[in-house]
């Protein structure tokens, strides 16, 4: 009997993989109190979205130095983790501060173009990443911030 392909998929998970997830859930935690601050203006909402930034970056902090410490390092990894970045330390910020006011039209040009440096700086990153690390386990310098000092 074959299982499905879901299944298999997350067997290949390393304990890093879920850590990345980890970031990702926060993220996505920021991104829905954020928009039920601005729904209901129960102020508890908007600090739970600020307070999940930090946490998402413990997470994104842990599952490099887990994916180092048990020499597990995968391209499927690295993407997954500039998937979580970009929700967590793109995106989520950009909702919070629509959430906080910044709401006018130079305001959201601004959290677009935002959002859209984080997501370019990544894909650059993940494109010269090979090349950067010259063969070792770590890339050894950035091109540009890392898209997680937004948070």
Request: charged share 20%; net charge positive; aromatic share 12%.
């Amino acid at each position: 009997m074959t299982r499905p392909k879901h299944f298999s998929m997350i067997r290949d998970f390393t304990v890093a993989d879920f850590l990345t997830l980890g970031n990702a859930a926060c993220g996505v935690g920021a991104i829905f109190a954020a928009i039920s601050y601005v729904e209901t203006r129960q102020l508890w909402h908007f600090y739970a979205a600020v307070a999940l930034g930090p946490l998402a970056l413990v997470f994104d902090a842990l599952d490099g130095r887990v994916a180092r410490w048990r020499r597990q390092h995968s391209p499927m990894g690295r993407e997954l983790d500039s998937l979580a970045d970009v929700i967590s330390f793109g995106v989520a910020p950009a909702v919070i501060a629509y959430a906080a006011g910044l709401r006018g039209g130079w305001d959201r040009a601004i959290l677009v173009v935002f959002v859209a440096c984080g997501v370019s700086r990544l894909a650059r990153y993940n494109v010269t990443a090979e090349t950067l690390s010259a063969g070792a386990d770590k890339v050894r310098y950035f091109e540009g911030a890392p898209i997680p000092t937004s948070g």
